[in-house]
């Protein structure tokens, strides 16, 4: 006699009923799974460098493991590291106040960080301004700690950058919070130093938290890309969210932290004591080689920047052959979006049509900008070997060619 087993019926808890999966995510996974079905893809979905992990990081790891690295760690990380990150934020704050081992917690990756932060200071009631296009897990984990998350648009002529004037007219007696991002994912675009101080003096005279996620800050083109530490005159609100995967080609890894004042990293720390405990003691081995090495971790950062220059070159160098292509000129990170309005039938969601097209059609992955709250735009990541970046420059340029309504 054969059995047949139901499947079972799930029903989501209040806490996640609306929860969407990560977008960037899902690029990657589809990209991979078709790949697997043994279909050419060229995947510029995820953001995520295609360098290895430096090789003295690496080495530092094994040989951590050796040595017996293999236990829990505090909570909030081991002292070594936390203490290499504060001496990191304090040169950043230039000596105007000091940043003790004490506000730093380590997390797994910085997607956790901010997770941490946005839990333990934002719930009902609140509302957190989010600017647009910004990051697609800032929207859902906002919804996660139950405050709503106010999408703030970014100016069009000035990179898709919000300033004081924009966050003020979105703000109302329940917003709490900000986050900001620069270098931006989506768009690349990197703050300037005076741009940052005006939204910092806005947000402290409102009394709101302002959470700086600066985790693409070491790969910035044209200047430096400033740290809110450096620009803030009152850190009291503040918490900077950093982490090595980007810079350091260590997205496996999953190290990020989070710097803010002490009574807020202990409340973290507790926080984090529930869920998931210390990161992985090997990954924060290898994140405190990664942060001091200085010399060694300054020269590998230096190599991969100048490819992504390259191929950011490169990639704009194809794409602005076409007619009508609107593109945020990136200055950090390693996105372009670009503006595919003209090119759709779906006025709703002009990005998700020309993502699926790229996909059916040219074999290229592409994040829509729905996922970033901008319907009308598609993001490349360009974190892939300049070949490829070439090569799905054209495969788009190709299509939008074709494809001109
Ligand atoms: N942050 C990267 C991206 O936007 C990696 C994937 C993710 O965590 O979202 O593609």
Known sequence: MSTTIAPSVVVPSANIADLQPSATIAVAALAAQLRAAGREILDFGAGQPDFDTPQFIRQAAAEAVEAGATR????????????????????????????????????????????NACFSLFGPGDEVLVPVPGWTSYFEIVRLARARAVGVPGDPDQGLRVDPDRLAAAASPRTSGLILNSPCNPTGSV?????????????????????????????????AAPSALQVASDPS???????????YAMTGWRIGWAVSPEPLARMMTALQSHTTHNAATVSQHAALAALSRVGESDDAIATMVSAFRERRDAALEVLGG??????VQPAGAFYLFMNVRPFARDGADAGGEIARRLLDEQGVALVPG??????????????APLDQVVEGARRISALLHDGVR
Do not use: N
């Open 322 to 327: 076409v007619p009508r292509l609107r593109t």
């Open 191 to 223: 703050y300037s130093s005076d741009e940052m101080r005006a939204i910092l003096d806005l947000a402290a005279e409102r009394g709101w938290w302002v959470l700086s996620d600066e985790i693409y800050r070491r790969i910035a083109y044209e200047s």
């Open 72 to 115: 829990y760690t505090a909570t909030e990380g081991m002292f070594p590291l936390r203490q290499a990150i504060a001496d990191q934020a304090s040169a950043l704050a230039g000596g105007r106040w000091p940043v003790t081992a004490h506000q730093v917690v380590v997390s797994g990756g910085s997607k956790q960080s901010i997770f």
């Open 370 to 383: 729905s996922a970033f709250g901008s319907p009308d735009w598609i993001r490349m990541s360009y974190a």
């Open 237 to 247: 609100r503040l918490v900077v969210v950093d982490g090595v995967a980007k810079a």
